[in-house]
């Protein structure tokens, strides 16, 4: 179920109630709107006193807009890492190539990186670089996880979300988001896990949270929480 509320503050938040959530979680979308999960059947009064007891920690959220660049900037991803580097050949253009497993990505001098334009053409150009990478590297290293659990997946695809890094179709098609390739590698794992669960239990319900948990060695909620707390260095 979803709907909105409006916060003095915060202006509109966009809520979604979820079955089988016993607290609140807060993020933002990529248009700089916060977004609230919530149990079901909350009212708008307990909707608002969520808000109001979480205040403080929306004001540390991270915002999609808090994405910075700067020149010698080095961003670590799964088995690569991107480098933000000056060049003063071609104004207006974002130069790239790969040396190993590095993306050496180089911004004329000019460019102001503050520049919400070139924090967006950054983002896109490393999104897109980061789509290649997780043919090569992620689905791979899926499919061992699978392999090792026992698990047959009907097939492995590569997804763009940022607030859905993974999904397990109905014909059992495991798709993972692109940006998997920013987490740390046991947050990796731990999307892969929770996608492979669902192949025994398309909801999340106990069993499959328990599930979840044994594949993930007892870290299912430790995870969750790292993960929860991620600030991707992309813009979404």
Request: glycine share 6%; aromatic share 6%.
């Amino acid at each position: 179920m979803k709907g909105y509320i409006e916060d003095k503050e915060f202006g509109k938040i966009h809520v979604e109630l979820r079955r089988g959530m016993t607290s609140v979680r807060f993020t933002y979308h990529a248009d700089g709107l916060l977004l609230m999960r919530a149990p079901l059947g909350a009212s708008v009064g307990d909707l608002q006193r969520m808000v109001d007891m979480n205040r403080e920690r929306l004001r540390t959220l991270p915002r999609p807009d808090s994405v910075t660049f700067h020149l010698g900037q080095v961003i670590e991803c799964y088995k690569c890492r991107v480098v933000i580097e000056s060049q003063s050949r071609m104004p207006g253009y974002i130069l790239n190539h790969w040396d190993g497993d590095t993306l050496h990505l180089q911004v004329h001098e000019s460019a102001n990186l503050d520049d919400d334009n070139v924090k967006r053409t950054l983002s896109n150009v490393i999104g897109r670089a980061m789509d290649v990478q997780a043919h090569a590297v992620l689905l791979p290293f899926a499919q061992r996880v699978a392999d090792e659990l026992g698990l047959k997946p009907a097939g492995l695809e590569v997804g763009r979300g940022m607030r859905k890094l993974g999904h397990c179709t109905a014909k059992k098609v495991i798709q993972l988001s692109r940006n998997l390739m920013f987490l740390p590698e046991p947050l990796v794992r731990y999307i892969i896990c929770h996608e492979l669960a669902h192949l025994t239990y398309m909801n999340h319900s106990p069993q499959f949270h328990a599930l979840c948990n044994q594949y993930t060695d007892g870290q299912e909620k430790q995870l969750e929480r790292q993960l929860r707390q991620f600030h991707f260095p992309i813009l979404k």
